[in-house]
Structure formats: C-alpha cells, structure tokens
C-alpha cells in the first residue's frame, strides 16, 4: 500500500526544522523513517508533511565528557551498538541497541526516532528510563531538557511538544561497582520487544545498595518495577535474592498488560519475571 501524497521539507538545520514545524500544522520530522513510513502506507499517520531531518548537522555522534555520554538524536542504532565508548560506559544499551530488529533497521533506525515515536515494543525507551538519561529539545522558545522518567506518557506519547526537536540524549556516568544488562523476549518476525527488561545494580561489600529495573513491552510506557528493586537493595545476589525479587516482575505493572494474537497478558506477566531474571543475573556479574 502507498503512503497519501505528502509535501516534503529538508531541514538544513535544526532552528529550520523547528521553523518548519511551526510553519506546517500536523507535519511530521522524517529521521530514519523506519517508523513513520510503514505507519504511512497503512494510512495509520497522515501527516500534512514530512520535515527530513536526516542531513541536519551535529545531531549525529557520539561524545563523552567525564563519564557522561552525549549521543545525538539522529545517531543509527548500528552506531551505538558497535561504539567503544558505549560498550564500556553503558553495555546494556549497546547490547540493547544491537538487539533491534535486523541489519537494515540498524543502520536507518536512530536513537532519537525510537525515542520519539514510543512504540511500547520498543527496546531503548526501557534502557534510557533505567539509565536515568535526560532528553535535549529545542523548540520555538529554545532548549530545554527532560527526563526519561517523565518522557514516555503513554502509547506513542511523549512529553515532545508538537514543534519540538530531541536534539540528543544524556546518560550520566555509572558508579563503580555499577553493571547492567538488558535481557529480551524478541517477537521472532520482527524482534520488536515482547518483553524487555532492563536492570542495573551497583554492589558494594558484597550487597546490592542500589538497583534500577525497567520493564518494557508489557504496557504502554516503559515501568519502574519498584518491588523488585526494593527486594534486591541491601542483599547479596546470590541466586535466591534475586528469583525472590524477579517474582514481584509484575507487581508494579496494574491491569493494562497487552495481550495480542503472539503473548496473551498472562503469558506476558509469567515470563516477565524468567527476563528480569536474567536481566538482575547478567547486571550482578558485570558489577563484579
Ligand atoms: C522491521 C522492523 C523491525 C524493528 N524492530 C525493532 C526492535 O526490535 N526494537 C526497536 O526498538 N525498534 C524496532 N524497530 C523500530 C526502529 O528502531 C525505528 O527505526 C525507530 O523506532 C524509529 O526511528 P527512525 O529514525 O526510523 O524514526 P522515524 O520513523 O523517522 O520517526 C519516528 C517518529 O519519531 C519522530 N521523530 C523522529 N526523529 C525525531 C526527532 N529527532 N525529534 C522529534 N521527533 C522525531 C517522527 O516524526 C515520527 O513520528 C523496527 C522497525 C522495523 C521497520
């Protein structure tokens, strides 16, 4: 099916893209496309034009200063999973970002587009809440700067105001005695996440003393499982602790869990917990 026809704006900049935005009323930003053009041919968006954003300069790379990683929004998945700089700073988002769907995907797909389009199947929106990382944004009255934790609003809803840009996204540095890991139930057609779990735990003196653990997949927005981080901290994870923990995976979640055709929602709520597991498992190896 093709997409209806569709004014089409390449923004050289992104004050022009911003402009460009303010100028057409339900347009669209075009980054990789990999999103936005297969809504476009099953006619479920319809914007009034595509703003290209994709040969913006500076909105593609990835920086670190002190520990921090800046990474622009228009950086490929593929960049992300393959950099030194991510690979040790932050494995599970390299990790995460090389589980994304196939080669293709990951060499159009860009971290900002992901980010923006919140696609609750998608995996590094449950990576970045857990990171704790903030998004940049310009718009018509500047920058400005949001957090993960209150990015993601809802299905295919952010706290992007219509004529905003996400510029980059901010992970701060990890502690020491920090690992992290991100285990996933990929959907076997598209490897869009079924269940994605995200887990970080910091050890010291043998203890767990902090822990953040995200789940993705299982409802609209990413979700902080607070029953389990709050079962973790202050114990040794050692394999008891943490299949104690990972079975309160479902706790936080309510009753809005998807179920579809693939993974009833009581599937989804079961496995979760077999994920976060593996998730908790693979983070406390890494934090030594
Ligand atoms: C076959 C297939 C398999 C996939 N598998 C996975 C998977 O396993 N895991 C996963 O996480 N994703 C998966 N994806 C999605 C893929 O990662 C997309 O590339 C990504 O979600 C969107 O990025 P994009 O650059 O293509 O954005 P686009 O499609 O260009 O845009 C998506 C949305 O974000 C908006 N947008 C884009 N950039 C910006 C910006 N800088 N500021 C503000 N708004 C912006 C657009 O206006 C649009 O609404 C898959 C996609 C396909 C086609």
Same mark, same amino acid.
């Given at each position: 099916?093709?997409?209806?026809?569709?004014?089409?704006?390449r923004a050289g900049s992104?004050?022009e893209?911003?402009?460009?935005?303010?100028?057409?009323?339900? $347009?669209?930003?075009?980054?990789?496309?990999?999103?936005?053009?297969?809504?476009?041919?099953?006619?479920?968006?319809?914007?009034?034009?595509?703003? *290209?954003?994709?040969?913006v300069?500076?909105?593609?790379?990835?920086?670190?200063?002190?520990?921090?990683?800046?990474?622009? $929004?228009?950086?490929?998945? $593929?960049?992300?999973?393959?950099?030194?700089?991510?690979?040790?700073?932050?494995?599970?988002?390299?990790?995460? %970002?090389?589980?994304?769907?196939?080669?293709?995907?990951?060499?159009?797909?860009? /971290?900002?587009?992901?980010?923006?389009?919140? &696609?609750?199947?998608? &995996?590094?929106?449950?990576?970045?809440?857990?990171?704790? %990382?903030?998004?940049?944004?310009?718009?018509?009255?500047?920058?400005?700067?949001?957090?993960?934790?209150?990015?993601?609003?809802?299905?295919?809803?952010?706290?992007?105001?219509?004529?905003?840009?996400?510029?980059?996204?901010?992970?701060?540095?990890?502690?020491?005695?920090?690992?992290?890991?991100?285990?996933?139930?990929?959907?076997?057609?598209?490897?869009?996440?079924?269940?994605?779990?995200?887990? /970080?735990?910091?050890?010291?003196?043998?203890?767990?003393? %902090?822990?953040?653990?995200?789940?993705?997949?299982?409802?609209?927005?990413?979700?902080?499982?607070?029953?389990?981080?709050?079962?973790? !901290?202050?114990?040794?994870?050692?394999?008891?602790?943490? %299949?104690?923990?990972?079975?309160? $995976?479902?706790? *936080?979640?309510?009753?809005?869990?998807?179920?579809?055709?693939?993974?009833?929602?009581?599937?989804?709520?079961?496995?979760? !917990?077999?994920?976060?597991?593996?998730?908790?498992?693979?983070?406390?190896?890494?934090?030594?």
């Open positions: 099916m093709y997409s209806a026809s569709v004014d089409y704006y992104v004050a893209a911003v402009s460009l935005l303010q100028q057409h009323d339900g $347009a669209k930003l075009l980054a990789g496309g990999h999103s936005l053009i297969p809504l476009m041919k099953l006619r479920l968006a319809e914007p009034s034009a595509l703003i *290209d954003i994709g040969h300069s500076g909105m593609k790379g990835i920086e670190q200063s002190n520990g921090v990683l800046k990474i622009g $929004a228009l950086t490929p998945h $593929a960049d992300i999973a393959s950099s030194d700089a991510v690979q040790q700073a932050s494995p599970m988002l390299a990790e995460a %970002a090389a589980m994304i769907g196939d080669p293709q995907v990951r060499n159009r797909g860009t /971290i900002g587009g992901n980010v923006a389009h919140a &696609d609750p199947a998608s &995996d590094l929106p449950t990576v970045l809440t857990a990171l704790g %990382a903030t998004f940049g944004v310009t718009g018509p009255i500047g920058e400005r700067s949001i957090p993960a934790a209150g990015f993601f609003q809802g299905l295919m809803s952010t706290a992007l105001a219509a004529n905003e840009v996400l510029t980059s996204v901010e992970i701060p540095a990890s502690a020491s005695g920090q690992g992290s890991a991100y285990s996933k139930f990929s959907h076997p057609a598209s490897r869009y996440a079924v269940i994605g779990a995200a887990a /970080i735990v910091t050890v010291s003196g043998g203890k767990c003393t %902090a822990a953040s653990v995200v789940l993705g997949g299982l409802v609209s927005s990413p979700t902080r499982a607070a029953l389990v981080e709050a079962a973790l !901290t202050g114990n040794a994870l050692d394999e008891d602790t943490i %299949a104690t923990a990972a079975a309160n $995976a479902s706790d *936080d979640l309510g009753d809005d869990v998807i179920g579809d055709i693939f993974a009833s929602a009581e599937y989804r709520r079961s496995v979760a !917990t077999v994920y976060v597991g593996r998730a908790i498992t693979a983070a406390a190896v890494r934090a030594g």
